[in-house]
């Protein structure tokens, strides 16, 4: 299970299913192309430790699920 992940962290999951940074600001916003569909995902600036409700978020605008995200972090 992934817990204590940085905004960093999280920045590095979405560039690996090739969604990228767009705009910085309060919050990162992120645009790609992932499963056929244009997404958009917004994600925290500078968080040490990402609370789970907000990965929870952050990886259904993704189009990800949980699963997806600890096999990525894992094969780092």
Do not use: C, H
Request: aromatic fraction near 6%; hydrophobic fraction near 40%.
């Amino acid at each position: 299970m992934l817990r204590n992940l940085t905004s960093q962290d999280v920045a590095w999951i979405l560039n690996q299913i090739g969604i990228a940074l767009k705009r910085r600001g309060k919050e990162d916003v992120f645009e790609g192309l992932y499963a056929g569909r244009t997404r958009v995902v917004i994600v925290p600036r500078n968080k040490r430790s990402v609370p789970q409700g907000t990965l929870n978020s952050i990886w259904r605008q993704a189009g990800i699920n949980r699963e997806i995200a600890e096999n990525l972090w894992a094969k780092r």
